[in-house]
């Protein structure tokens, strides 16, 4: 059965400080590697898809890789508007289409000014 | 364009009553998928509807059923709701399922079981 497992739970930087996230995964084959942002009350808001090791994406200051086992998500340089719940999900190769995210349990993240 | 939307945003129910929870998917999309998230944890698959059938399901009992209409909207029920029921309920939409594609999640509904 998939896994995904965040770490640390939560987190408190100040900032400018900046430091990356963890997401580890158990899955039989990996579709997609997927990270979102979730703002208290609000549905997650797509941030990134990798699809393979070694693969990396960047939007302002994020930055996502991959290996064969796990992600991160590195913060650079972080704003207190970068503060929310980041969440990490899988989905696995399936012949059947299956198509259901897997998530973790994500990394509270608090940006202090 | 507006993005996903549901209604209710809140929902008081008591134990044993029913409760019908709706969806309309981003415009273009055609694909729709409900999570249940409860309090400091990640969403959890519920199901997934294309085409107006259920194409995929998580580990989630017979008492939560879904449709998806013409329009490509959607609802998701829960009968005989028990208190472990409470939590978030998310509607996300996609263009077709398939291969990594990009979920737009709604707000949600935030269901409380007393």
């Known amino acids: 059965e998939d896994q995904v497992t965040q770490s640390p739970e939560a987190l408190r930087l100040q900032e400018g400080e900046s430091s990356s996230l963890n997401c580890s995964y158990t899955?039989?084959?990996?579709?997609?590697l997927f990270w979102y942002r979730q703002d208290p009350g609000k549905g997650p808001e797509f941030l990134f898809t990798l699809y393979s090791a070694g693969e990396e994406k960047e939007k302002e200051r994020l930055k996502a890789t991959l290996t064969k086992k796990e992600s991160f998500l590195h913060i650079t340089a972080p704003k207190p508007e970068d503060s929310a719940t980041y969440l990490c999900a899988v989905q696995e190769q399936a012949g059947g289409g299956a198509d259901g995210l897997t998530f973790g349990k994500g990394t509270h993240l608090i940006i202090q000014p | 364009d507006a993005g996903v939307t549901q209604s209710p945003t809140h929902l008081i129910k008591t134990r044993g009553q029913q409760v019908t929870l709706r969806c309309s998917p981003k415009s273009g999309h055609d694909t729709v998928s409900w999570y249940q998230q409860a309090l400091g944890q990640g969403p959890q698959f519920i199901f997934q509807y294309y085409e107006e059938e259920e194409r995929q399901r998580g580990n989630f009992p017979d008492r939560f059923s879904g449709h998806q209409f013409p329009n490509y909207s959607s609802e998701l029920n829960v009968n005989a709701l028990l208190l472990g029921d409470s939590a978030l309920y998310l509607c996300?939409?996609?263009?077709?399922?398939?291969?990594?594609?990009?979920?737009?999640f709604g707000s949600g509904t935030q269901l409380s079981v007393l």
């Open positions: 899955v039989s084959g990996l579709r997609g």
């Open positions: 996300a939409s996609s263009q077709k399922p398939g291969r990594g594609e990009k979920l737009f």
